[in-house]
């Protein structure tokens, strides 16, 4: 038991980076648009976040730098895709690689700086046994990943915003036809999802690891798209993932711990072959991705 709390605490907080930045892409696809550039965003985002944190001191204002960084960066994806009708996916590709360059470049007089680690615990709670250490003694921003995906499920399915969102997703032709401006909810569709991205790679500089590190995001954008399509675009399931490939992931560090004589590359490569795994029994059923697959994914609208 008192190796089991810390691995569920570790692997929450693990997956809390994949389950804000999977919450992002998955509004993004709900409207109808698939952003492949979460990778750059979250590495822009998390020397962003980083860099404001070493100049002010304070934490709060190193996560609303990165959720700014890439709001940016999103809204300049929406004007490439949205308005100029550019491939989305050969831009998200040139975003990524766009965000993982200049991310390096700001990020060089940041190498080697480190921040604190302050220990939080809830009161009360963080003294009971066994809970206490899995579940109570996390980052704030670990139970704000949480309300933010029961609120996205809220306003997916229990709000009128919610419906004309899906609508668009499904079938952006008839939701022009009644009305509904398709650019501009598609473009608040993705300024959400940059600042979830920006939210998560700011997480990883700050609190997860709190230093900068060229590259630190290491895959964990292409596992948050993964992750929609594993969740089958559903915010309760996203969350179920992101602690699963987050499990994954500190099982990596746990294992050589635990004993079991297993190199530590082929360690480092579970949570990416986990995710290959899981897209390819999903892609065995493509009746069920279609069902849950938004229409129009992927496709640019002309009004």
Request: positive net charge; charged residues 10%; contains cysteine.
């Amino acid at each position: 038991m008192d190796t089991i709390a810390p691995l569920i605490a570790a692997s929450i907080n693990a997956g809390t980076p994949l389950l804000l930045a999977a919450l992002g892409l998955l509004i993004n696809e709900k409207s109808g648009v698939v952003n492949l550039g979460a990778e750059g965003m979250m590495l822009v985002a998390a020397v962003i976040g980083f860099a404001a944190t070493v100049t002010t001191g304070s934490v709060t204002v190193g996560f609303v730098a990165g959720a700014l960084a890439g709001m940016v960066l999103a809204g300049f994806y929406a004007l490439l895709t949205v308005w100029l009708g550019t491939n989305q996916y050969a831009t998200g590709l040139a975003l990524a690689l766009f965000g993982s360059g200049v991310s390096a470049y700001i990020g060089i007089d940041y190498v080697g700086k480190g921040l604190e680690n302050p220990k939080f615990a809830v009161p009360l709670l963080s003294d009971l046994p066994f809970l206490g250490t899995a579940l109570f003694r996390q980052h704030p921003m670990v139970y704000l990943a949480v309300v933010l995906c029961l609120a996205v499920g809220w306003f997916l399915y229990r709000t009128r915003a919610g419906l004309v969102l899906r609508a668009v997703g499904e079938s952006p032709s008839s939701a022009h036809a009644l009305g509904y401006n398709v650019r501009v909810i598609r473009l608040a569709a993705l300024l959400f999802g940059g600042a979830c991205c920006g939210l998560a790679g700011a997480f990883l500089s700050l609190v997860y690891t709190p230093q900068w590190v060229e590259g630190m995001v290491a895959g964990r954008g292409w596992i948050a798209l993964a992750l929609t399509t594993f969740a089958t675009w559903r915010p309760l399931r996203v969350l179920a993932g992101a602690y699963l490939f987050g499990g994954v992931t500190i099982l990596t560090f746990y294992a050589q711990g635990f004993g079991i004589a297993v190199d530590s590359q082929l360690l480092a490569m579970l949570p990416y072959l986990a995710t290959i795994v899981v897209l390819v029994l999903i892609s065995t059923n493509a009746n069920w991705i279609k069902l849950n697959m938004p229409a129009s994914l992927g496709k640019n609208f002309r009004p």
